[in-house]
Protein backbone atom coordinates (compact mmCIF):
# COMPACT_ATOMS: atom_id res chain seq x y z
CA UNK A 1 0.00 0.00 0.00
CA UNK A 2 1.19 3.16 -1.21
CA UNK A 3 2.16 5.26 2.25
CA UNK A 4 4.02 9.40 2.72
CA UNK A 5 6.70 9.39 5.19
CA UNK A 6 7.80 12.84 5.85
CA UNK A 7 10.81 13.72 7.30
CA UNK A 8 11.25 17.04 9.92
CA UNK A 9 14.43 18.56 11.42
CA UNK A 10 13.86 20.71 14.04
CA UNK A 11 16.02 23.15 17.00
CA UNK A 12 15.86 20.19 19.16
CA UNK A 13 15.18 16.86 17.51
CA UNK A 14 13.83 14.95 14.47
CA UNK A 15 10.19 13.78 13.75
CA UNK A 16 8.77 11.34 10.98
CA UNK A 17 5.24 12.04 10.33
CA UNK A 18 3.53 9.04 8.47
CA UNK A 19 0.30 8.48 6.65
CA UNK A 20 -1.34 6.23 3.60
CA UNK A 21 -1.72 7.70 0.08
CA UNK A 22 -4.88 9.97 0.91
CA UNK A 23 -2.70 12.06 3.58
CA UNK A 24 -5.35 12.48 5.52
CA UNK A 25 -4.44 11.05 8.80
CA UNK A 26 -0.96 11.14 10.22
CA UNK A 27 0.84 9.39 12.93
CA UNK A 28 4.20 11.77 14.49
CA UNK A 29 6.37 9.83 16.03
CA UNK A 30 9.58 11.58 18.16
CA UNK A 31 11.28 13.41 18.93
CA UNK A 32 14.38 11.60 17.93
CA UNK A 33 17.83 12.65 18.99
CA UNK A 34 15.69 14.98 21.07
CA UNK A 35 17.47 18.26 22.41
CA UNK A 36 20.07 17.89 19.39
CA UNK A 37 19.57 20.53 15.95
CA UNK A 38 19.00 18.00 13.50
CA UNK A 39 19.52 20.31 10.43
CA UNK A 40 18.61 17.85 7.25
CA UNK A 41 17.62 14.54 7.29
CA UNK A 42 16.65 12.62 3.45
CA UNK A 43 16.19 9.28 2.24
CA UNK A 44 18.18 7.63 -0.50
CA UNK A 45 16.02 7.72 -3.62
CA UNK A 46 17.66 3.93 -4.42
CA UNK A 47 16.34 2.55 -1.52
CA UNK A 48 13.88 4.60 1.04
CA UNK A 49 14.66 3.20 3.80
CA UNK A 50 18.26 4.29 3.92
CA UNK A 51 17.93 7.44 5.78
CA UNK A 52 20.58 9.57 6.67
CA UNK A 53 20.70 12.47 9.23
CA UNK A 54 22.83 15.61 10.06
CA UNK A 55 22.82 15.82 14.14
CA UNK A 56 24.94 18.29 15.91
CA UNK A 57 24.95 20.65 19.08
CA UNK A 58 26.75 23.31 20.42
CA UNK A 59 28.60 21.37 22.96
CA UNK A 60 29.65 18.08 21.20
CA UNK A 61 29.98 18.85 17.61
CA UNK A 62 28.10 17.23 14.23
CA UNK A 63 27.37 13.51 14.04
CA UNK A 64 25.83 11.76 11.15
CA UNK A 65 22.77 9.21 11.77
CA UNK A 66 21.87 6.52 9.55
CA UNK A 67 18.92 4.26 9.46
CA UNK A 68 18.06 1.14 7.38
CA UNK A 69 14.94 0.64 8.55
CA UNK A 70 13.10 3.64 7.76
CA UNK A 71 13.27 5.63 10.96
CA UNK A 72 13.09 2.83 13.50
CA UNK A 73 16.74 2.13 14.34
CA UNK A 74 19.14 4.28 13.73
CA UNK A 75 23.33 4.47 13.71
CA UNK A 76 26.06 6.52 14.61
CA UNK A 77 28.37 6.85 11.46
CA UNK A 78 31.72 8.89 10.94
CA UNK A 79 31.79 12.48 11.75
CA UNK A 80 34.72 13.35 11.26
CA UNK A 81 34.37 15.91 8.28
CA UNK A 82 38.39 17.25 7.50
CA UNK A 83 39.00 19.57 4.82
CA UNK A 84 41.48 18.46 2.58
CA UNK A 85 44.96 19.92 2.08
CA UNK A 86 45.49 22.96 3.23
CA UNK A 87 42.51 25.51 4.54
CA UNK A 88 43.31 29.21 3.60
CA UNK A 89 41.22 31.50 4.49
CA UNK A 90 37.66 33.33 3.15
CA UNK A 91 36.68 36.74 4.16
CA UNK A 92 34.87 36.99 7.46
CA UNK A 93 32.12 39.56 7.74
CA UNK A 94 34.29 42.34 8.42
CA UNK A 95 36.24 41.57 5.03
CA UNK A 96 39.29 40.34 6.97
CA UNK A 97 40.52 36.69 6.30
CA UNK A 98 39.33 34.13 8.23
CA UNK A 99 40.44 30.55 8.30
CA UNK A 100 38.25 27.95 7.13
CA UNK A 101 36.15 25.71 10.34
CA UNK A 102 34.32 23.18 9.75
CA UNK A 103 31.29 24.20 11.74
CA UNK A 104 28.21 21.78 10.77
CA UNK A 105 26.49 19.83 7.64
CA UNK A 106 23.61 21.93 6.47
CA UNK A 107 22.26 19.19 3.81
CA UNK A 108 22.38 15.77 2.64
CA UNK A 109 22.13 14.30 -0.53
CA UNK A 110 22.05 10.83 -0.94
CA UNK A 111 22.62 9.64 -4.60
CA UNK A 112 19.75 8.85 -7.10
CA UNK A 113 21.28 5.06 -7.71
CA UNK A 114 23.41 4.53 -4.39
CA UNK A 115 22.03 4.33 -1.04
CA UNK A 116 25.97 4.10 0.05
CA UNK A 117 26.83 7.44 -1.48
CA UNK A 118 26.08 10.64 -0.37
CA UNK A 119 26.94 14.17 -0.45
CA UNK A 120 27.36 16.76 2.30
CA UNK A 121 26.79 20.37 2.04
CA UNK A 122 28.82 22.10 5.31
CA UNK A 123 29.78 25.12 7.13
CA UNK A 124 32.33 26.25 6.27
CA UNK A 125 31.15 26.13 2.49
CA UNK A 126 32.52 22.77 1.03
CA UNK A 127 31.71 19.62 -0.17
CA UNK A 128 32.04 16.40 1.16
CA UNK A 129 31.24 12.67 -0.17
CA UNK A 130 30.95 9.46 1.29
CA UNK A 131 30.89 6.28 -0.41
CA UNK A 132 30.72 3.89 2.33
CA UNK A 133 27.52 4.45 3.95
CA UNK A 134 28.20 7.09 5.99
CA UNK A 135 31.25 5.20 7.77
CA UNK A 136 34.02 8.01 6.32
CA UNK A 137 33.50 11.15 4.31
CA UNK A 138 36.46 12.99 2.14
CA UNK A 139 36.01 16.44 0.75
CA UNK A 140 35.76 17.27 -3.13
CA UNK A 141 38.12 20.19 -2.52
CA UNK A 142 37.98 21.97 -6.07
CA UNK A 143 35.01 23.44 -4.94
CA UNK A 144 36.48 25.40 -1.81
CA UNK A 145 39.87 25.68 -3.75
CA UNK A 146 38.16 27.62 -6.24
CA UNK A 147 39.82 30.70 -7.60
CA UNK A 148 37.15 32.69 -5.99
CA UNK A 149 36.87 30.76 -2.39
CA UNK A 150 39.53 33.41 -0.44
CA UNK A 151 36.74 36.09 -1.20
CA UNK A 152 33.35 34.29 -0.20
CA UNK A 153 31.67 36.08 2.92
CA UNK A 154 29.57 34.43 5.19
CA UNK A 155 25.42 35.28 5.09
CA UNK A 156 23.70 35.88 8.44
CA UNK A 157 23.74 32.30 9.06
CA UNK A 158 27.32 31.53 8.05
CA UNK A 159 28.99 30.96 5.24
CA UNK A 160 26.83 27.49 4.15
CA UNK A 161 26.72 25.21 1.57
CA UNK A 162 23.13 24.26 2.13
CA UNK A 163 21.91 23.25 -1.51
CA UNK A 164 22.97 20.21 -3.55
CA UNK A 165 21.23 19.11 -6.65
CA UNK A 166 22.27 15.88 -8.78
CA UNK A 167 21.53 15.81 -12.35
CA UNK A 168 19.43 12.24 -13.30
CA UNK A 169 21.04 12.48 -16.59
CA UNK A 170 24.33 11.95 -15.31
CA UNK A 171 25.16 12.54 -11.77
CA UNK A 172 28.58 14.02 -12.43
CA UNK A 173 26.72 17.06 -12.89
CA UNK A 174 25.81 19.10 -10.00
CA UNK A 175 24.48 22.32 -8.91
CA UNK A 176 25.32 23.93 -5.37
CA UNK A 177 24.30 26.82 -3.63
CA UNK A 178 26.50 28.54 -0.77
CA UNK A 179 25.08 31.92 1.26
CA UNK A 180 27.00 34.27 0.31
CA UNK A 181 29.26 33.37 -2.63
CA UNK A 182 25.99 31.97 -5.30
CA UNK A 183 25.78 29.39 -7.44
CA UNK A 184 28.11 27.13 -8.58
CA UNK A 185 27.98 23.61 -11.09
CA UNK A 186 30.44 20.89 -11.68
CA UNK A 187 29.76 18.93 -15.43
CA UNK A 188 32.72 16.40 -13.97
CA UNK A 189 31.93 15.07 -10.89
CA UNK A 190 33.21 18.06 -8.78
CA UNK A 191 36.96 17.90 -9.98
CA UNK A 192 35.90 21.53 -11.82
CA UNK A 193 33.83 24.25 -10.54
CA UNK A 194 32.27 27.19 -12.13
CA UNK A 195 29.84 29.84 -10.91
CA UNK A 196 26.52 30.12 -12.40
CA UNK A 197 25.62 33.66 -11.66
CA UNK A 198 25.14 35.44 -14.51
CA UNK A 199 21.79 37.43 -14.15
CA UNK A 200 21.81 38.11 -10.91
CA UNK A 201 21.58 41.13 -8.85
CA UNK A 202 22.11 41.98 -6.06
CA UNK A 203 22.31 45.38 -4.44
CA UNK A 204 23.88 44.51 -1.25
CA UNK A 205 27.58 43.67 -2.71
CA UNK A 206 30.02 45.75 -4.34
CA UNK A 207 29.10 45.02 -7.71
CA UNK A 208 25.36 43.86 -7.91
CA UNK A 209 26.53 41.53 -11.17
CA UNK A 210 29.29 39.87 -9.42
CA UNK A 211 29.88 36.64 -11.34
CA UNK A 212 30.40 35.24 -7.25
CA UNK A 213 29.08 36.79 -4.02
CA UNK A 214 25.38 36.62 -4.09
CA UNK A 215 23.48 35.05 -1.31
CA UNK A 216 21.41 32.31 -3.11
CA UNK A 217 18.95 30.58 -0.60
CA UNK A 218 17.46 27.54 -2.63
CA UNK A 219 17.21 26.38 -5.82
CA UNK A 220 14.92 23.47 -7.03
CA UNK A 221 15.20 21.39 -10.18
CA UNK A 222 12.06 18.92 -11.84
CA UNK A 223 13.97 15.74 -12.55
CA UNK A 224 12.45 15.71 -15.86
CA UNK A 225 13.85 18.64 -16.72
CA UNK A 226 17.34 19.18 -14.98
CA UNK A 227 17.86 22.11 -17.27
CA UNK A 228 15.74 23.91 -15.88
CA UNK A 229 16.30 25.43 -12.66
CA UNK A 230 14.55 28.04 -10.06
CA UNK A 231 16.24 29.67 -7.04
CA UNK A 232 14.80 32.14 -4.91
CA UNK A 233 17.42 34.11 -3.79
CA UNK A 234 18.06 36.72 -0.69
CA UNK A 235 16.00 39.23 -2.77
CA UNK A 236 14.46 37.75 -6.26
CA UNK A 237 12.93 34.39 -7.60
CA UNK A 238 14.93 33.48 -10.47
CA UNK A 239 14.64 31.13 -12.91
CA UNK A 240 17.35 29.22 -15.20
CA UNK A 241 17.00 27.20 -18.67
CA UNK A 242 20.37 26.08 -19.30
CA UNK A 243 21.27 24.96 -15.69
CA UNK A 244 22.48 28.09 -14.30
CA UNK A 245 24.52 29.28 -17.42
CA UNK A 246 22.15 32.28 -17.24
CA UNK A 247 19.44 33.83 -15.00
CA UNK A 248 16.17 35.49 -15.68
CA UNK A 249 14.35 37.19 -12.59
CA UNK A 250 10.58 36.17 -12.39
CA UNK A 251 9.46 37.71 -9.39
CA UNK A 252 6.43 38.77 -11.11
CA UNK A 253 3.57 39.56 -8.67
CA UNK A 254 4.61 38.39 -5.88
CA UNK A 255 4.10 40.79 -2.58
CA UNK A 256 7.55 40.45 -1.55
CA UNK A 257 10.54 38.66 -3.60
CA UNK A 258 12.56 37.79 -0.81
CA UNK A 259 12.04 34.09 0.52
CA UNK A 260 13.95 30.92 1.63
CA UNK A 261 12.11 27.94 0.38
CA UNK A 262 11.44 26.85 -3.27
CA UNK A 263 9.96 23.90 -4.70
CA UNK A 264 8.89 22.44 -8.29
CA UNK A 265 5.40 20.72 -8.40
CA UNK A 266 6.34 16.64 -8.89
CA UNK A 267 3.95 16.70 -12.49
CA UNK A 268 4.23 19.67 -13.54
CA UNK A 269 7.64 21.00 -14.26
CA UNK A 270 6.27 24.96 -14.59
CA UNK A 271 4.46 24.70 -11.61
CA UNK A 272 6.70 26.23 -8.43
CA UNK A 273 5.92 27.18 -4.99
CA UNK A 274 7.59 29.72 -2.69
CA UNK A 275 6.60 31.32 0.57
CA UNK A 276 7.52 34.94 0.12
CA UNK A 277 8.86 36.80 3.55
CA UNK A 278 9.00 40.01 4.58
CA UNK A 279 12.47 41.56 5.21
CA UNK A 280 15.53 42.56 5.47
CA UNK A 281 14.90 41.63 8.90
CA UNK A 282 12.06 40.74 10.21
CA UNK A 283 11.90 37.20 8.25
CA UNK A 284 8.21 37.14 8.52
CA UNK A 285 5.17 36.87 6.22
CA UNK A 286 3.58 40.34 4.97
CA UNK A 287 0.49 41.41 6.96
CA UNK A 288 1.05 38.15 9.46
CA UNK A 289 -0.48 36.18 6.55
CA UNK A 290 0.90 32.99 5.76
CA UNK A 291 0.55 32.36 2.37
CA UNK A 292 2.34 29.85 -0.42
CA UNK A 293 2.78 31.15 -3.61
CA UNK A 294 2.41 28.81 -6.52
CA UNK A 295 3.10 30.21 -10.17
CA UNK A 296 2.17 27.75 -12.93
CA UNK A 297 3.65 29.68 -15.65
CA UNK A 298 7.40 28.98 -14.38
CA UNK A 299 7.46 32.10 -12.55
CA UNK A 300 6.15 35.82 -13.00
CA UNK A 301 2.55 35.20 -12.54
CA UNK A 302 1.64 34.20 -9.08
CA UNK A 303 -1.35 33.29 -7.20
CA UNK A 304 -1.85 33.03 -3.23
CA UNK A 305 -2.85 29.69 -1.45
CA UNK A 306 -4.32 31.06 1.73
CA UNK A 307 -6.63 28.09 2.14
CA UNK A 308 -5.95 26.56 5.63
CA UNK A 309 -3.05 28.95 6.82
CA UNK A 310 -3.18 31.45 9.14
CA UNK A 311 -4.45 34.73 7.48
CA UNK A 312 -3.94 36.56 10.76
CA UNK A 313 -1.45 36.96 13.58
CA UNK A 314 0.97 35.10 12.16
CA UNK A 315 4.92 35.69 12.67
CA UNK A 316 7.02 32.33 11.10
CA UNK A 317 9.31 32.06 8.75
CA UNK A 318 10.03 28.96 6.49
CA UNK A 319 13.56 27.95 6.13
CA UNK A 320 15.33 26.95 2.89
CA UNK A 321 15.10 23.12 3.36
CA UNK A 322 11.92 23.19 4.75
CA UNK A 323 9.70 22.64 1.68
CA UNK A 324 9.52 19.27 -0.43
CA UNK A 325 6.62 17.81 -2.81
CA UNK A 326 5.60 13.80 -3.01
CA UNK A 327 5.19 12.34 -6.23
CA UNK A 328 1.55 11.16 -5.42
CA UNK A 329 -1.01 12.22 -7.78
CA UNK A 330 -2.58 14.54 -6.81
CA UNK A 331 0.91 16.10 -5.75
CA UNK A 332 1.72 16.66 -2.19
CA UNK A 333 2.95 19.63 -0.96
CA UNK A 334 4.95 20.19 2.82
CA UNK A 335 6.52 23.05 4.27
CA UNK A 336 7.58 23.44 8.06
CA UNK A 337 7.92 27.00 10.18
CA UNK A 338 10.11 28.12 13.07
CA UNK A 339 6.66 28.14 14.75
CA UNK A 340 7.11 24.65 14.57
CA UNK A 341 4.09 23.84 12.46
CA UNK A 342 4.41 21.10 9.69
CA UNK A 343 1.62 22.33 6.97
CA UNK A 344 0.64 19.61 4.57
CA UNK A 345 -1.54 19.90 0.81
CA UNK A 346 -2.84 16.85 -0.89
CA UNK A 347 -4.25 18.83 -3.76
CA UNK A 348 -1.47 20.33 -5.36
CA UNK A 349 -1.66 23.69 -2.77
CA UNK A 350 -5.01 24.35 -2.82
CA UNK A 351 -5.64 23.73 0.55
CA UNK A 352 -3.36 23.19 3.98
CA UNK A 353 -3.56 21.58 7.35
CA UNK A 354 -1.41 21.50 9.80
CA UNK A 355 0.34 18.23 10.59
CA UNK A 356 1.09 19.07 13.54
CA UNK A 357 1.33 22.27 15.74
CA UNK A 358 3.65 22.74 17.74
CA UNK A 359 7.38 21.11 17.33
CA UNK A 360 10.61 22.78 18.00
CA UNK A 361 11.55 25.37 15.31
CA UNK A 362 11.56 23.42 11.60
CA UNK A 363 15.14 23.28 9.93
CA UNK A 364 14.02 20.70 7.13
CA UNK A 365 11.23 18.91 5.63
CA UNK A 366 11.68 15.99 3.11
CA UNK A 367 8.97 14.35 1.32
CA UNK A 368 9.23 10.51 0.73
CA UNK A 369 6.72 7.87 -1.61
CA UNK A 370 6.58 4.58 -0.04
CA UNK A 371 5.45 1.23 -2.44
CA UNK B 1 40.62 1.29 35.92
CA UNK B 2 39.32 5.22 35.63
CA UNK B 3 35.50 5.55 36.55
CA UNK B 4 34.05 8.69 34.02
CA UNK B 5 31.25 10.27 34.23
CA UNK B 6 29.55 11.40 30.53
CA UNK B 7 27.06 14.09 29.96
CA UNK B 8 23.46 11.96 29.29
CA UNK B 9 23.44 13.24 25.67
CA UNK B 10 26.94 11.23 25.28
CA UNK B 11 25.83 8.15 27.28
CA UNK B 12 22.42 8.03 24.79
CA UNK B 13 25.04 7.91 21.61
CA UNK B 14 27.52 5.53 23.65
CA UNK B 15 24.34 3.17 24.60
CA UNK B 16 25.51 3.03 27.93
CA UNK B 17 23.99 4.20 31.45
CA UNK B 18 25.99 5.71 34.41
CA UNK B 19 29.32 5.64 35.35
CA UNK B 20 32.01 3.90 32.51
CA UNK B 21 35.13 2.79 33.64
CA UNK B 22 38.64 2.84 31.09
CA UNK B 23 41.58 1.23 31.36
CA UNK B 24 44.85 3.19 30.86
CA UNK B 25 48.10 2.02 30.21
CA UNK B 26 50.46 4.14 31.39
CA UNK B 27 50.35 7.12 33.31
CA UNK B 28 46.61 8.43 33.82
CA UNK B 29 46.95 11.58 32.09
CA UNK B 30 43.70 13.77 31.22
CA UNK B 31 45.12 12.99 27.29
CA UNK B 32 44.85 8.80 28.37
CA UNK B 33 41.70 8.52 29.77
CA UNK B 34 40.25 10.73 26.93
CA UNK B 35 42.41 8.05 24.61
CA UNK B 36 41.16 5.09 26.25
CA UNK B 37 37.57 6.77 26.25
CA UNK B 38 37.27 7.41 22.17
CA UNK B 39 39.02 3.73 21.80
CA UNK B 40 36.26 1.82 24.22
CA UNK B 41 33.34 4.31 22.19
CA UNK B 42 34.39 4.99 19.05
CA UNK B 43 30.89 7.09 19.12
CA UNK B 44 32.30 9.65 21.18
CA UNK B 45 35.37 10.35 18.70
CA UNK B 46 34.84 14.42 17.74
CA UNK B 47 32.51 15.00 20.39
CA UNK B 48 34.50 16.03 23.30
CA UNK B 49 37.51 17.07 21.31
CA UNK B 50 38.59 17.90 17.98
CA UNK B 51 38.95 14.92 15.15
CA UNK B 52 42.41 16.18 14.74
CA UNK B 53 43.67 18.68 17.13
CA UNK B 54 42.37 16.73 19.98
CA UNK B 55 41.76 20.27 21.37
CA UNK B 56 38.55 20.35 23.85
CA UNK B 57 35.22 21.29 22.31
CA UNK B 58 34.40 24.98 23.44
CA UNK B 59 31.29 24.00 26.19
CA UNK B 60 32.75 20.92 27.18
CA UNK B 61 34.52 20.87 30.39
CA UNK B 62 36.89 18.20 32.35
CA UNK B 63 36.03 18.16 36.14
CA UNK B 64 37.90 15.64 38.71
CA UNK B 65 37.79 16.19 43.00
CA UNK B 66 36.15 19.00 42.48
CA UNK B 67 38.74 20.42 40.35
CA UNK B 68 38.52 21.86 36.71
CA UNK B 69 41.25 20.63 34.81
CA UNK B 70 39.54 22.13 31.55
CA UNK B 71 42.34 24.86 31.02
CA UNK B 72 45.59 22.46 32.08
CA UNK B 73 47.90 20.52 29.52
CA UNK B 74 46.01 17.37 28.34
CA UNK B 75 49.13 15.31 29.81
CA UNK B 76 48.15 16.37 33.21
CA UNK B 77 47.85 13.96 35.68
CA UNK B 78 44.66 12.83 37.52
CA UNK B 79 44.05 12.98 40.68
CA UNK B 80 44.96 10.24 42.91
CA UNK B 81 41.48 9.35 43.71
CA UNK B 82 40.55 9.26 40.07
CA UNK B 83 43.37 7.28 39.37
CA UNK B 84 42.85 4.86 42.31
CA UNK B 85 39.11 4.70 41.44
CA UNK B 86 37.96 6.34 44.32
CA UNK B 87 36.50 9.49 42.68
CA UNK B 88 35.17 9.74 39.20
CA UNK B 89 36.55 12.16 36.04
CA UNK B 90 33.82 13.92 35.15
CA UNK B 91 33.41 15.12 31.60
CA UNK B 92 30.42 18.13 31.41
CA UNK B 93 28.62 19.58 28.97
CA UNK B 94 28.21 23.34 29.97
CA UNK B 95 25.27 24.79 31.33
CA UNK B 96 24.63 27.49 28.70
CA UNK B 97 22.57 27.66 25.55
CA UNK B 98 18.82 27.47 24.69
Known amino acids: ?371 | MIRVVLPAHLRTLARVDGEVSVDVEGQATVAAVLDALETQYPVLRGTIRDHVKLTRRPFVRYYACEQDLSHDPPDTLLPGPVVKGDEPFLVVGAMAGG
Request: aromatic content about 10%; some cysteine; proline content about 7%.
Open chain 1, 1 to 371: MTGVRVLVGTRKGAFVLESDGKRQSWTVNGPLFGGWELYHLKGSPADPNRLYASQGSGWFGQLIQRSDDGGKTWQAMGNQFTYDGATGTHQWYDGTPHPWEFKRVWHLEPSLSDPDTVYAGVEDAAMFKTTDGGQSWHELPALRNHESGSNWAPGAGGLCLHTIILDPRDERRIVIAISAAGAFRTDDGAKTWRPINRGLKSEGIPNPNAEVGHCVHHIAMHPTRPDVLFMQKHWDVMRSNNGGDSWEEVSGNLPTDFGFAIDVHAHEPETIFVVPIKSDSEHFPPDGKLRVFRSRSGGNEWEPLTKGLPQRDCYVNVLRDAMSVDTLDPCGIYFGTTGGQVYGSADGGESWTPIVRDLPAVLSVEAQVLK
